[in-house]
């Protein structure tokens, strides 16, 4: 559905209008090119506090990756990258602050912060890791300042291990794949299987020989995520209710996939789908869990039948799904599985305690499963999507939706496409040091932030 409100801003007349009388002007996010995804380009500037450990390995992979890379100053306007994890107390964060404060006015429009520390936990000095938590409050003020010029900032910290994975999350921030990722923590740390080296990863197919499955595949942020999967190489299966199966069917002979009509709250159909999965492929790379309602009510008036059937495809199908392809070996080793909760089971939402219940226990599940997952060379992760525009939010009423774009530092709702491009890291070659991580995928939306 279309955003009026940011087309009018962005004519010529409307930057004029909205400029006099100081009305919030977003602009067109930068997404990636479907006919080059993920490449790189443009510059950066990197810089480091005294005692980074981790600048040196980004600085060369930058470089071979198509990135010009800077360490003085940018020529033009470009992103701005910073190794913060030498700062270990208050003194030395005079060096985060002169390096943006000097460098801010360099940063592109729809431009790259980000902010590379140490996980506090896995640091021994306690003032060093008081201080590297402080980076949360820095990047999520700073994400505020920038944001009206579509540009975002991340804070990526290295757990004990992770510098070896970090190249994965650098290279997925920097592209255009992230627009909507705004003020998010990323945690990488060991990685639990084998991590692709950039230079051998084919970057137009990265997917290329993998079987994905994605569940409620035949519209909305499902279907965008099949998308991208299939423009990434993978194969897709495509799982909707019986009722939509002319619109999956539809949907996934245009990108070369495989349909299966089933209701996943069905009692046989884990069953069901880890046979189609295994009779087309001996492994499965990834399962994506998107299928997802909402039954929206007081909760003084809703009904068993409308907190039940919620419950059933929201949390219970997924943890079945979850339950019937661990008690075998067919996701690969390398394997992901990917929860879609939401902002909602975050800051909660009037007339939604059933749908915030489901989408928070989906957050409790990445942190449940983290370890076990690793333990068998399987990540987990989730994302929590703000205001997406599909059909979901186009049902809602017109000053709430306008107010569900406006309230975001990005000034505008985020495309199905989004999701999509944020999940596809989490699935690709370089994410196997990202594990039980949930990432707002909501322009910095501030319902509980
Ligand atoms: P949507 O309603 O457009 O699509 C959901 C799909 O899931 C539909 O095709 C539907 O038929 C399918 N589905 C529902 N029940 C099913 C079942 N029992 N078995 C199989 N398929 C089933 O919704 P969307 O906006 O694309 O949302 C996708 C996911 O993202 C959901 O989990 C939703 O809760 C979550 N989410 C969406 C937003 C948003 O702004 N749109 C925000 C936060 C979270």
Same mark, same amino acid.
């Given at each position: 559905m279309s955003d009026k409100y940011l087309e009018i801003a962005n004519s010529a007349l409307g930057k004029k209008i909205f400029n006099a009388v100081g009305l919030p002007d977003p602009v067109p996010l930068l997404r990636e090119d479907a006919t080059q995804p993920h490449k790189l380009s443009g *510059?950066?500037?990197?810089?480091?506090s005294l005692g980074a450990v981790f600048a040196k390995s980004i600085g060369a992979f930058v470089e071979s990756a198509g990135i010009k890379r800077y360490s003085e100053s940018l020529e033009g306007r470009g992103h701005l990258v910073f190794d913060a994890s030498g700062i270990a107390n208050a003194q030395q964060s005079t060096q985060l602050h002169s390096f943006f404060s000097q460098h801010l006015k360099s940063l592109a429009p729809s431009g790259r912060v980000i902010v590379i520390g140490h996980k506090p936990s896995a640091l021994r000095d306690t003032e060093h890791a008081a201080i590297q938590r402080g980076l949360v409050g820095f990047v999520k003020s700073l994400a505020k300042e920038i944001g009206r010029k579509g540009a975002t900032a991340n804070l990526v910290f290295v757990d004990?291990? +992770?510098?070896?994975? %970090?190249?994965?999350?650098?290279?997925f921030l920097l592209s255009a794949g992230s627009a909507f990722m705004n003020a998010q923590v990323l945690t990488v740390a060991t990685p639990v299987a084998a991590l692709a080296d950039s230079k051998d990863v084919d970057w137009a197919k990265p997917l290329a020989g993998k079987t994905v499955l994605v569940t409620g595949a035949a519209r909305g942020i499902g279907l965008a995520i099949s998308q991208t999967m299939a423009r990434d190489g993978a194969v897709v299966i495509g799982v909707d209710v019986p009722q939509s199966q002319d619109d999956l069917a539809a949907a996934m002979k245009a990108i070369g996939g495989l349909s299966l009509p089933l209701d996943i709250t069905?009692?046989? &159909?884990?069953?069901? %789908?880890?046979?189609?999965c295994s009779a087309h492929s001996p492994t499965l790379h990834a399962v994506v869990h998107n299928a997802g309602v909402t039954r929206d009510k007081m909760l003084s008036r809703m009904t068993a039948h409308q907190w039940d059937l919620l419950m059933q495809i929201?949390?219970?199908?997924?943890?079945? #799904?979850?339950?019937?392809?661990? *008690?075998?070996?067919?996701?690969?080793? !390398?394997?992901? #599985?990917i929860g879609i909760a939401s902002i909602s089971g975050i800051a909660g939402n009037i007339g939604q305690t059933n749908y915030g219940f489901s989408k928070a226990a989906i957050i409790g599940m990445v942190e449940a499963l983290a370890e076990p997952c690793a333990a068998r060379g399987i990540t987990i992760n989730g994302v929590a999507p703000g205001f997406i525009e599909t059909q979901?939010?186009?049902? #809602?009423?017109?000053?709430?939706? /306008?107010? !569900?774009?406006?309230?975001?530092?990005? +000034?505008? +709702?985020?495309?199905?496409?989004?999701?999509?491009?944020?999940? +596809?890291?989490?699935?690709?070659? /370089?994410? &196997?040091? #990202?594990? !039980?991580?949930m990432v707002r995928v909501c322009g910095q939306s501030l319902l509980g932030a």
């Open positions: *510059q950066l500037l990197l810089g480091e004990n291990g +992770g510098d070896r994975a %970090l190249e994965g999350p650098i290279r069905d009692a046989d &159909a884990p069953e069901r %789908l880890r046979g189609f929201n949390f219970d199908a997924v943890q079945r #799904i979850n339950k019937a392809l661990l *008690q075998t070996e067919l996701l690969d080793d !390398g394997g992901k #599985i979901m939010t186009a049902a #809602i009423p017109f000053f709430t939706r /306008q107010m !569900g774009r406006r309230l975001s530092s990005l +000034g505008q +709702g985020g495309l199905p496409v989004d999701v999509a491009e944020v999940i +596809g890291f989490f699935v690709s070659p /370089q994410a &196997a040091g #990202i594990n !039980g991580n």
